[in-house]
């Protein structure tokens, strides 16, 4: 068994002009397809390949874990975008956001200073904890979440510059407020509920 690339959750084009389609094509065509087909390659023929992605995430390190966590992450990111996305919070994860950050502006103010200060090539997530309050954390290189007993992550924004160089070049910030204008308050919430 080996994984397929999963499809983009809408057109190439439904992102602009906050992500351009060429961003999209290169992100999602080259640069995540190369995780799935470089994991393929190092699981063929081992016990991991009738895993899940999840599984191997959880239980492996090194090369294949770092093909197999960014396969996931990208995957994670994908769903947290969404053409209808972007705005106020809406349903369970408004209320959520504040009971544990005071308010939406206060989440966004420390989401953006997270992700601000992430250095280098990183991830930073909404997560919920197992006593259902909900934190903001950075990732670096490949690190998922899901590794760790009792976090569920809610929304992820992708760092790595490939993510927004050809739309925003070094400009973090820019590439921000495209985030908050498409994150999907809808995955948010059944990610929540979970
Ligand atoms: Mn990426």
């Known amino acids: 068994m080996s994984f397929n690339l999963p499809p983009l959750p809408y057109a190439t084009d439904a992102l602009a ?6 961003t999209l094509e290169f992100h999602h065509g080259k640069h995540h397809n190369g995780y ?3 994991l393929n390659n190092l699981i063929e023929g081992t016990d991991l390949a009738d895993k899940s992605l999840a599984e191997i995430v959880k239980t492996s390190s ?7 966590a960014q396969a996931f992450n990208h995957d994670f990111y994908w769903q947290s975008l969404s053409p209808e996305g972007g705005g106020s919070p809406v349903g369970a994860i408004s209320q959520a956001i504040v009971s544990s950050f005071g308010s939406f502006a206060e989440f966004q103010a420390k989401f953006n200073d997270c992700a601000l200060n992430n250095f280098a090539s990183s991830w930073t997530w909404l997560v919920k904890h197992a006593d259902g309050s909900l934190n903001v954390i950075n990732t670096a290189n490949a690190a998922t979440p899901i590794t760790e007993e009792g976090v569920t992550p809610l929304l992820v924004l992708d760092l790595w510059e490939h993510a927004y160089y050809l739309d925003y ?4 910030g820019d590439y921000l407020q495209a985030f ?6 809808q995955f ?3 990610n929540l509920a979970q």
């Open 17 to 22: 002009p906050h992500i351009s389609a060429e």
């Open 169 to 172: 070049r070094n400009v973090r």
């Open 62 to 68: 090194g090369g294949i874990f770092n093909n197999a």
């Open 188 to 190: 948010a919430n059944e």
């Open 36 to 38: 799935i087909s470089t």
């Open 180 to 185: 908050w204008a498409l994150v999907n308050w």
